[in-house]
Structures are given as C-alpha cells and as structure tokens.
C-alpha cells in the first residue's frame, strides 16, 4: 500500500502467519525489540494478533513489510500507543534476520515518518532502542531520529542490565 524504494508496507495476509511466526520466535530478533521475558509465541497468538490488525484498530497501527524486488514478507512495524491530543506515537520495527543490514529497516522507518505526519498528522514519534541494537540506532538515525534520553538499566537480558535510549523525530523536521 506505501511504496519506498526497497520495501512496500501492507497489511497483513493469511499467508504471513508462519513467517511472521517465525520471527517473532527468532531469539536474536526478539532479544532486540521486547523489554519482557521472551516466552515463544503461539501459532493461534500470532493469527489472533494478525486478525485484529484492522483499518478499525483505535491505538495500534501495524504493517507487514514486503520486498519490492520479490514481494517476500521480511517483517512488520507500525505504531503503538497512538495519542490522538498530543499527537505523538511510538514506532517500532522487526525485521526477519536475513533482511537486516541492507536498507529495508531504513526504508520502512522513513515510509512510517512520511505516513506518520503527511496522513495521521503526529506531531512526535519516538522509538525507545536498546543500548545494544547497534543497527537499530543508526537505522533511526540515518531517519532524522534524535536521541532525547537514557533511560538506566531499563532491560535484564542475558544476565545483565542494559540502558534503552529514548530517541524522537518531529513532524517539524521531517
């Protein structure tokens, strides 16, 4: 539905479930994007969280994200905790491992920017990064993110306490 120059966000299909099963249980992928245990998601969880990824949804705004070259399904991103009075939202992305390092993270991101303030007209968005996802930082960076705090110690992963960094890009300076 949104085109970039390497991948295209749609919505979900039927035929992405075990795909995006698969990364949602990927170790790696996930070590990166949840704060929380990482506890493997079921086949029914993942249908029942593809199914209620509606043009309906109130708060919550996901895409599955395409390769243009192939049409594969590599991942998904989208917005969460959308506050409609102060026009702000949280981004976030998870790439299959496969497609990380060759431009589709960057691609995505900037599309959500674009869709974020020229059609939902946010005013903010942020995206809360591990101190660790390396990728992740220079990824929003490379989209005009800027880092706005530290938050201490924020995520327990592999037996150590990690900081998170709170970066934010404004409709001002897109």
Not at 29 to 37: C, E, F, N
Not at 41 to 49: G, I, K, L, S
Not at 143 to 157: A, H, N, P, S, T
Request: charged share 25%.
């Amino acid at each position: 539905m949104y085109q970039g120059k390497l991948v295209r966000l749609r919505a979900f299909d039927n035929s992405d479930l075990m795909y995006a099963l698969s990364i949602n249980n990927d170790y790696d992928v996930m070590r990166t994007a949840s704060a929380g245990i990482l506890y493997p998601t079921t086949v029914e969880d993942q249908a029942r969280f593809m199914a209620n990824q509606t043009s309906y949804t109130a708060g919550d705004y996901q895409f599955a994200i395409e390769r243009i070259d192939n049409g594969r399904f590599i991942g998904q991103c989208g917005f969460m905790q959308v506050n409609w009075k102060n026009r702000r939202a949280e981004l976030g992305i998870m790439l299959d491992q496969n497609a990380i390092g060759q431009g589709f993270g960057t691609d995505a991101v900037s599309l959500l920017c674009k869709f974020a303030f020229d059609e939902m007209n946010l005013h903010k968005l942020k995206a809360v990064v591990f101190s660790f996802n390396v990728g992740a930082i220079r990824c929003y960076e490379k989209c005009g993110f800027v880092r706005e705090g530290i938050l201490k110690d924020e995520v327990y992963r592999e037996g150590q306490y990690h900081d998170a960094y709170v970066m934010a890009k404004f409709k001002t300076e897109a």
